[in-house]
């Protein structure tokens, strides 16, 4: 923000020079330059404000209009009124936490209800328009049309000749006649408003040719006439659904088989014999997701295993770490060893690294052949350790390499706790008889504790979602091999939610996924809970 | 740690100047050797990155043998990769994130400790339970969020720079305003004062006096959100899809994972490079960190 330096220097001051002999604070009153930078930022986030406003109508996103305008509407009350000070200065954090944190957060939990996901991913009337495209098949008596590809910016389209009329059409707009067509023989060879893709350029574009195979252009209006589509480029046929949907009964009947397959409350098209159409739509489940995290066969055994792994990660990890920190406090806080500042720094290397790139360092050096892994090659004499591909090694090797990445923080903060022991409390039990070891035992580890407790218990709760260090490491493998769900041996919580969720791509569960996260969410909470009961922080603000 | 004094050769003698090495080795002597273990065991890893990135073939035979050769050879072949776009996008997107991060704590952080009013003592609660749950936790929600945000406002969508810095700048309050708080609380309320009294209006006061006054908070919040944004692997990967707008997190977890194509040299350039500004900011900014970790902000 400029403000800072023009309203800060009396030379911008607005209103003349100041009085001789009159302090020049006092002429920093009145209309500076802060408050042109200040319309100009308004100004700037109204007409931001505005536009996604206008984007939101023209898509029909109320959701995102109502949430612009009261957005847009809170900002300009917060720095045109008089009164809401504090606000002034809270505003553009708590926007940003408002949206992309807590509604997040709420949002998770009204996914977690759903049986959002794969195949149940709009409303009802996109379950059926996507499932009456999905049945169509070329009809036996079905018209064929010479028909010619044409292009125009990103859309592509069909122009055929039915009953001797030249049509255009595309994905979006229904076949309609084009009496400015040119047509040479039984072939279209010009379209206006359109270029015509010819058949050599078809044939060297793989991708344009998937594209074609998936075009279907609607012949009108209504969904039930159906569609052309074609399969070699020069001939289109109208494809006709084999389902038939009655908005009455709320049913689709396959035309072919007389199968009736009914909307049913779960979101599915079921027929009487329990066979259901591939894609349904989004309803609210209730607690069903909760209850398939411990119950399905396919997640109920790895979800224990995995939970299990999770805190023995957790609590492996920050035990190592912080004892090793420690023990290295307690041995190089001593005055009289020299270049303290040199140690310290080749110390906390490791720390300073980014931690994804150690991971994926240690991924190489890990490797198993000694050719490629130098701790096989160097350290155990070149034998084969499978230290990323056996489930207990692999354990192993991310604990360790945690310590490598972490022990350097418990370092950094056990010899700052050391440090600001208290002399009085040292020298009293020194006086009193206290040997090195009783010093060692009895008092210095409740008062380091005190101070450390609270950052132990963070660090749990980090490690508890260190979704990086599992990902690039092993992403989670070795695979178990008594599921068939993408889950292993090193997963935890969150690479599990990650997985299920499918946001990197694979089916997708967003609501199971969202229902599990909660459970961490719960988890992760009751450690912060206790977290925050050792610090003194309330006692500051209440 | 005791055994290996007693089997050093340490020549019993009873002159006081022998008696004094060897009561220094008892006492201080053996730290070194602890000391030369420690460091091997943290700078192993570094050197040997640093050995493969200047090793002049690109290939993974023979990289267990430690600066056999020195070569820029790696270095160069990055510019043939889309590495120096991802480095630039990391520092765009980290940077942004810590600029963002710092303002908006600070000014909410200013808000807490100098006004009084009503909600104050509310919205300091809730942050404190907001800060409880880790916003990559609701990852699922934030990406469908997006892409009902990119169907509007393409430049909020997936695969948006933009959007990551938002989503980021999202978890800056509930995870700094409370370091800053405390900070903040330290700086006398007679300065405020003074100020009013010279007639400085509120905003005069904090950028001119008190955000000069909090500078090292500053410091480690920036380093902190630029650290974290730069190693966010999580919701940098499922928002961001083209190759050309990834983070090196997601470019070089990319070039890792994919085992047939992995170039083990290349990559050993990439982290090298990537991991100067971060080590540079924390070798500079050591003093800061020290204090602020205990304040408790945590990485590892």
Redesign the interface.
């Known amino acids: 923000?400029p403000?800072?330096g023009t309203?800060?220097s009396p030379r911008d001051v607005r209103g003349g020079p100041p009085v001789r002999g009159e302090?020049h604070?006092?002429a920093?009153?009145g209309t500076g330059w802060?408050f042109v930078v200040k319309l100009v930022i308004m100004a700037a986030v109204n007409a931001v404000g505005l536009?996604?406003v206008w984007?939101?109508y023209v898509?029909g996103?109320w959701?995102?209009l109502a949430g612009t305008l009261a957005l847009t509407a809170a900002a300009d009350w917060v720095y045109f009124s008089k009164r809401a000070?504090?606000?002034?200065?809270?505003f553009?954090?708590?926007a940003?936490?408002l949206?992309?944190?807590?509604?997040?957060?709420a949002?998770?939990f009204?996914?977690a209800m759903t049986n959002?996901g794969t195949g149940h991913n709009g409303t009802k009337q996109q379950a059926v328009d996507a499932l009456l495209i999905q049945h169509e098949r070329a009809v036996d008596d079905a018209p064929t049309y010479p028909l010619t590809i044409v292009q125009r910016d990103d859309e592509l389209g069909f122009a055929v000749i039915a009953d001797g009329r030249p049509m255009v059409g595309s994905a979006d707009s229904p076949l309609a006649a084009e009496p400015g067509a040119t047509v040479d023989g039984d072939r279209i060879t010009a379209v206006p408003g359109w270029d015509v893709v010819d058949r050599n350029t078809l044939l060297a574009d793989q991708s344009l040719q998937r594209e074609v195979l998936d075009l279907r252009v609607p012949v009108s209006d209504d969904a039930d006439d159906g569609s052309i589509r074609t399969r070699e480029g020069t001939r289109g046929t109208v494809y006709r659904s084999t389902l038939e949907w009655n908005p009455q009964n709320e049913t689709l009947t396959d035309a072919e088989t007389g199968v009736v397959y009914a909307a049913r409350d779960d979101g599915r098209f079921v027929a009487d014999d329990g066979t259901a159409l591939p894609v349904g739509w989004q309803v609210y489940v209730g607690f069903d997701n909760f209850v398939r995290g411990f119950t399905d066969t396919n997640y109920a055994g790895p979800f224990w295993r995995i939970t299990a792994w999770t805190f023995a990660f957790a609590i492996l990890t920050v035990a190592t770490?912080f004892l090793m920190g420690l023990v290295?406090a307690v041995?190089?806080n001593?005055a009289?060893?020299r270049g303290r500042k040199l140690?310290?720094?080749?110390?906390?290397?490791?720390?300073?690294?980014?931690?994804?790139?150690?991971a994926?360092?240690?991924?190489?050096?890990l490797n198993a052949n000694?050719?490629?892994g130098?701790i096989n090659?160097?350290f155990l004499f070149g034998a084969r350790i499978e230290w990323l591909n056996d489930p207990w090694l692999a354990k192993l090797a991310i604990i360790g390499v945690?310590l490598?990445?972490?022990f350097?923080?418990?370092f950094?903060?056990c010899?700052?706790?050391l440090q600001s022991l208290p002399s009085d409390v040292l020298e009293a039990a020194r006086i009193d008889g206290a040997g090195w070891w009783r010093t060692w035992t009895s008092i210095t580890p409740p008062l380091l504790l005190i101070?450390t407790a609270?950052?132990i218990i963070?660090?749990f709760?980090?490690n508890f979602?260190n979704?990086?260090i599992i990902?690039?490491l092993t992403?989670g493998g070795p695979r178990f091999t008594d599921t068939s769900a993408v889950l292993g041996h090193t997963d935890i919580l969150?690479t599990m939610?990650?997985q299920i969720?499918g946001?990197?791509g694979g089916r997708a569960d967003?609501g199971l996924?969202?229902a599990l996260?909660i459970i961490?969410?719960l988890v992760?909470?009751v450690i912060?809970?206790l977290a925050?009961r050792r610090?003194r922080?309330?006692e500051?603000?209440? | 740690?005791a055994t290996r004094v007693q089997d050093a050769p340490v020549r019993i003698d009873h002159r006081p100047a022998a008696a004094r090495r060897r009561r220094w080795l008892a006492?201080?002597g053996w730290?070194?050797p602890?000391?030369v273990l420690?460091?091997f065991?943290?700078?192993f890893?570094?050197a040997?990155?640093l050995s493969a990135a200047l090793a002049s073939s690109g290939t993974?035979?023979g990289?267990?043998e430690l600066f056999r050769s020195v070569s820029a050879a790696n270095v160069t072949a990055l510019g043939d990769t889309r590495f120096w776009t991802w480095m630039a996008n990391s520092l765009l997107i980290a940077g942004s994130t810590a600029a963002g991060s710092v303002?908006?704590?600070a000014?909410?952080a200013?808000?807490?400790s100098r006004?009084r009013?009503t909600g104050?003592?509310g919205?300091?609660?809730a942050l404190?339970i907001?800060?409880?749950?880790?916003?990559?936790?609701?990852?699922?929600?934030?990406?469908?969020?997006l892409l009902?945000?990119g169907?509007?406002?393409p430049v909020l969508g997936l695969n948006s720079r933009l959007a990551l810095i938002?989503?980021y700048?999202?978890?800056?309050?509930?995870t700094n305003?409370?370091l800053m708080y405390?900070f903040f609380?330290t700086i006398p309320r007679e300065i405020d004062e003074a100020?009013k009294i010279?007639?400085?209006?509120?905003?005069?006061t904090?950028?001119?006096i008190i955000?000069r006054l909090v500078t090292p908070i500053l410091a480690v919040v920036g380093l902190l959100s630029f650290?974290g944004a730069?190693?966010?692997?999580?919701l940098a990967?499922?928002i961001l899809t083209s190759e050309s707008n990834f983070t090196?997190?997601v470019g070089?977890?990319a070039w890792?994972?994919d085992a047939l194509n992995a170039n083990?040299g290349l990559?050993?350039a990439g982290?090298v490079i990537?991991?100067l500004p971060?080590?540079a900011l924390?070798?500079f900014l050591?003093k800061y960190?020290?204090g602020g970790?205990?304040a408790?902000s945590?990485?590892?």
């Open positions: 923000m403000e800072a309203l800060g302090s604070a006092r920093w009153t802060g536009a996604i984007a939101a898509e996103s959701g995102i000070l504090p606000s002034k200065y809270l553009p954090g708590l940003f936490l949206v992309f944190q807590l509604f997040t957060m949002y998770t009204n996914v959002y770490s290295m041995i190089f001593d009289r060893i140690l310290r720094t080749l110390f906390i290397l490791p720390y300073a690294f980014p931690a994804f790139l150690s994926l360092l240690w991924r190489g050096m000694p050719d490629y130098i090659d160097l945690n490598w990445l972490s350097p923080y418990w950094l903060v010899t700052g706790a101070s609270p950052l963070a660090s709760a980090f979602n979704f990086t990902y690039m992403e969150i939610i990650y969720s946001v990197a967003f996924a969202s996260s961490v969410f992760v909470g912060s809970a925050f610090t922080r309330l500051e603000i209440l | 740690m006492e201080v730290k070194y602890v000391a420690i460091v065991y943290a700078a890893p570094l040997y990155v993974l035979t990289s267990t303002l908006m704590g000014a909410a200013y808000a807490f006004f009013f104050r003592r919205g300091l609660t404190l907001i800060q409880m749950f880790p916003q990559m936790l609701a990852f699922i929600s934030i990406f469908l969020l009902t945000l169907n509007v406002v938002c989503v700048l999202g978890g800056a309050l509930g305003t409370f405390g609380n100020a010279d007639g400085a209006t509120h905003a005069q904090y950028w001119t955000l650290v730069f190693g966010d692997f999580i990967r499922i090196l997190a070089m977890y890792v994972s083990w990559f050993a982290a990537a991991s971060i080590l924390f070798l050591q960190i020290v970790l205990t408790g945590v990485k590892g």
